[in-house]
Nanobody, 125 residues
Framework: QVQLVESGGGLVQAGGSLRLSCAAS?????????MGWFRQAPGKEREFVAA????????AYADSVKGRFTISRDNAKNTVALQMNSLKPEDTAVYYC?????????????????WGQGTQVTVSS
């Protein structure tokens, strides 16, 4: 059973930076997985932020975060990070890490069967 635990959320002023981390465990061979970050603001649907194929490192980003956010993975530590720079108040949301045993990088939440508990990111204006 894949387990995902996020950390690194918090309160930051607009223009600031935060780094989220997702620790993956459960005995899976994560080299065969795609890892994604999603977010959900109050009253809104969960939306795609970024994803990375563990093997090879192919990435995808939502248009709203391109050039500001960077997703990366550490094979030795089984962690995936989301570096968030130039944060805006509209980035405020609960951020979730997700995993899917596939080679296809997808922006669709339903394609990810494994989810973390989420971490709150609040950007003040």
């Amino acid at each position: 059973q894949v387990q995902l635990v996020e950390s690194g959320g918090g309160l930051v002023q607009a223009g600031g930076s935060l780094r989220l981390s997702c620790a993956a465990s459960g005995g899976a061979t994560f080299s065969r997985y795609v890892m994604g970050w999603f977010r959900q603001a109050p009253g809104k649907e969960r939306e795609f932020v970024a994803a990375i194929r563990w093997s090879g490192g192919s990435t995808a980003y939502a248009d709203s975060v391109k050039g500001r956010f960077t997703i990366s993975r550490d094979n030795a530590k089984n962690t995936v990070a989301l570096q968030m720079n130039s944060l805006k108040p509209e980035d405020t949301a609960v951020y979730y890490c997700a995993a899917s045993r596939t080679v296809i990088v997808s922006a669709t939440p339903g394609r990810y069967p494994y989810w973390g508990q989420g971490t709150q990111v609040t950007v003040s204006s």
